[in-house]
């Protein structure tokens, strides 16, 4: 399995971002896919994650209220749009896949990484 993070970039405060989350080879179609970031300096953890096929979600209490994950299981890709961004929000953000079906919030649960997609936020 595959996973290919892009949709970073720099946006202002209060602005918003939408990161996508595309996977690709062979998989079963339950599964979870999570959202984990990490600022410089700052250990990795856990932003959103979703379950493939139910739907169900979690989030942070940082990001509550302000980003939604979410999933098109036809093209295999799942999305986090990130709204009312803050300083704090700037971090490399990274998609994981895990294919036991139940949602975890520890990196080392999740079996497959994407490369990473750096957002920043300016004051």
């Known amino acids: 399995v595959q996973l290919q993070a892009f949709g970073g970039g720099l946006v202002q405060a209060g602005g918003s971002l939408r990161l996508s989350c595309a996977a690709s080879?062979?998989?079963?179609?339950?599964?979870?896919v999570a959202w984990f970031r990490q600022a410089p300096g700052k250990e990795r953890e856990f932003v959103a994650a979703?379950?493939?096929?139910?739907?169900?979600?979690s989030y942070a209490d940082s990001v509550k209220g302000r980003f939604t994950i979410s999933r098109d299981n036809a093209k295999n890709t799942v999305y986090l749009q990130m709204n009312s961004l803050k300083p704090e929000d700037t971090a490399v953000y990274y998609c994981?896949?895990?294919?036991?079906?139940?949602?975890?919030?520890?990196?080392?649960?999740?079996?497959?990484w994407g490369q990473g997609t750096l957002v920043t936020v300016s004051s």
């Open positions: 080879g062979r998989t079963s179609s339950n599964y979870v």
């Open positions: 979703i379950k493939s096929i139910i739907g169900s979600t």
């Open positions: 994981a896949l895990k294919i036991v079906s139940i949602i975890t919030r520890q990196p080392n649960d999740y079996d497959y």
